[in-house]
T-cell receptor, first 114, second 117 residues
Framework: SQTIHQWPATLVQPVGSPLSLECTVE??????LYWYRQAAGRGLQLLFY??????ISSEVPQNLSASRPQDRQFILSSKKLLLSDSGFYLC?????????????FGPGTRLTVL | AQKITQTQPGMFVQEKEAVTLDCTYD???????LFWYKQPSSGEMIFLIY??????QNATEGRYSLNFQKARKSANLVISASQLGDSAMYFC??????????????FGTGTQLKVEL
């Protein structure tokens, strides 16, 4: 069966510090990968998605970036965090090539920028 | 642009009763998919049910069913025989195909459901 991991689970960082959140998927190959952010009390907003190694698309302009160094690894980064980067970050995957397919989410990382 | 609207920020239901969570959507794409996810206090997003725009019948998954009314652009979630463990945030989402592959889910603002004894 497929599983998706995210770490760390929680993170408290000062403004201006760097960020690296990691997501890995097991039990599947060539997945589509996604990074979402959920602000407190709100729905999810898609930040980045990837359909293959090294292929990253950004949905919203921001000071975050994403990378996919391996097929089942997706990393969210920032060089300098802002207060507005606080939120709950969720990684998700879906089966590539299937049009009507659900996305499966990881456990999330709760980021607080102080 | 696609839009999902959930007008109920909070709902209460008694245990063993049925509850309907509302969702309306707007899209100009004739082909689309609608999803419901559950988010307990732990934060994980749990997929519940899917309805395709061309599906003839309403989707059902155990105690979950989707009341799909295409002309009204609504996709309400019905939970039958509510259980205490159903207390969570529920999100309606619409699939949009992205250029280059992959699907984007556009989420509503969610409905917080609380099941009471």
């Amino acid at each position: 069966s497929q599983t998706i991991h995210q770490w760390p689970a929680t993170l408290v960082q000062p403004v201006g510090s760097p960020l690296s959140l990691e997501c890995t998927v097991e039990g599947t190959s060539n997945p589509n990968l996604y990074w979402y952010r959920q602000a407190a009390g709100r729905g999810l907003q898609l930040l980045f998605y990837s359909v293959g190694i090294g292929q990253i698309s950004s949905e919203v302009p921001q000071n975050l970036s994403a990378s996919r160094p391996q097929d089942r690894q997706f990393i969210l980064s920032s060089k300098k965090l802002l207060l507005s980067d606080s939120g709950f970050y969720l990684c998700a995957w879906s089966v590539r090539g299937r049009l009507y397919n659900e996305q499966f989410f990881g456990p999330g990382t709760r980021l607080t920028v102080l | 642009a696609q839009k999902i609207t959930q007008t109920q920020p909070g709902m209460f239901v008694q245990e063993k009763e049925a509850v309907t969570l509302d969702c309306t959507y707007d899209t100009s794409d004739p082909s689309y998919g609608l999803f419901w996810y559950k988010q307990p206090s732990s934060g994980e997003m749990i997929f519940l049910i899917y309805q395709g725009s061309y599906d003839q019948q309403n989707a059902t998954e155990g105690r979950y069913s989707l009341n799909f009314q295409k002309a009204r652009k609504s996709a309400n979630l019905v939970i039958s025989a509510s259980q205490l463990g159903d207390s969570a945030m529920y999100f309606c989402a619409m699939r949009e195909v992205l250029t280059g592959g992959g699907n984007k889910l556009t989420f509503g603002t969610g409905t917080q459901l609380k099941v009471e004894l």
